[in-house]
Structures are given as structure tokens and as C-alpha cells.
């Protein structure tokens, strides 16, 4: 039994091929995606990436008293950054997400401050990978507020999960630089 023959003008096997091509936009729309995946982890008890002049970052270690290291570092970093209206704000916030991070997880924290524009990003990375849970607090408890401080001081925050477990982050308004 013969097989039929397909009509096909000639190159247009090479056609075919050729739509296939790399072009140099998908060649660096890829790198951009990927670059991100591929670069080596950073452990969490180094700083985070290249500092600049408006990103900060600190390893945390896992005691008690570094919940009021991030507070003291927040709040000379907002003061550098000329950032106190929102310092006492920013300050509550990180405490909260610091003091949450070392008693519901294991491994070491990195607290990263970004401001771009008018936003002052925090955030608070650890080796939990699920996120927080919101419960349903009695009035005479004393804790279990953290969500809740969240959503009526910052503006946004949020969870994202990561390679090496989660951040946690929220955003304020900040004052506009000179």
C-alpha cells in the first residue's frame, strides 16, 4: 500500500523551521523569566542581594530580643531615609511580623525595607512555607491580632511563597523624597 504524497512547494520545509527561529525579544523575555528562578539562593541569615541607597536589609536571629533589633533598625533606617511620620506605624508592623515569624517558625529571618517612590515596602522572610491564619480572637486575649493590625495600618500586605519558604510583606504610604 502506497502512501499519498503531500503537495508542498519546495522550502517550505525550511519555512517551517524557520518560524521556529529565536528571536532576540523571546530570547531576553525568557532570560527575564528565568534569571529569577536560576540565580542562586541567598540564605536568609545573609542580607539580601546589593544594598542601595533606598534597600535595606538584616538577617535576624532567632531570639527574643530580635524583635527589638527590627524595631531599632526600622526606625534608623526610616530616620535616614528621613521616613519618621511613618516610623511609629512601620515600627508595630514589623514587631508584630517579627514576633510571629519566631514563634510559629524554625530557621533563621531577614527583614528587607524598600522605598520606591512614595511606597515603603517591609518584609519579613522565614522558612515556613504556609502562611498566616486568621482566627477569631476573644476580646481578653492577648494576642491573635496580628492579621488584624495589618489590615487597618498598612495600606496592602500580603504572603508569597519562595524557594526557601515565605515573605511576608506589607506597604505604607511614605513621604515623598526630596
Excluded: Y
Aim: proline share 7%.
Amino acid at each position: 500500500m502506497a502512501t499519498p504524497a503531500i503537495d508542498r512547494p519546495s522550502g517550505s520545509h525550511r519555512r517551517d523551521r524557520s518560524s521556529h527561529a529565536v528571536t532576540p525579544s523571546w530570547v531576553a523575555r525568557q532570560w527575564a523569566l528565568w534569571s529569577r528562578m536560576l540565580a542562586p539562593l541567598q540564605p536568609l541569615d545573609a542580607p539580601r542581594g546589593r544594598p542601595t541607597a533606598w534597600d535595606a536589609s538584616w538577617p535576624l536571629e532567632r531570639e527574643l530580643a530580635s524583635a527589638r533589633q527590627a524595631r531599632r533598625l526600622v526606625t534608623a533606617q526610616l530616620s535616614e531615609w528621613a521616613q519618621d511620620d511613618v516610623a511609629d506605624t512601620v515600627e508595630l508592623l514589623v514587631s508584630e511580623l517579627v514576633t510571629n515569624a519566631l514563634r510559629h517558625t524554625r530557621g533563621p529571618l531577614r527583614l528587607n525595607l524598600r522605598l520606591r517612590d512614595s511606597r515603603l515596602l517591609c518584609e519579613v522572610e522565614d522558612t515556613e512555607p504556609s502562611g498566616p491564619v486568621r482566627n477569631v480572637v476573644d476580646p481578653d486575649a492577648e494576642g491573635g491580632r496580628g492579621t488584624e493590625l495589618l489590615d487597618l495600618l498598612a495600606d496592602s500586605w500580603g504572603t508569597i511563597r519562595t524557594a526557601t519558604g515565605k515573605t511576608i510583606w506589607f506597604e505604607v504610604q511614605a513621604e515623598d523624597r526630596p
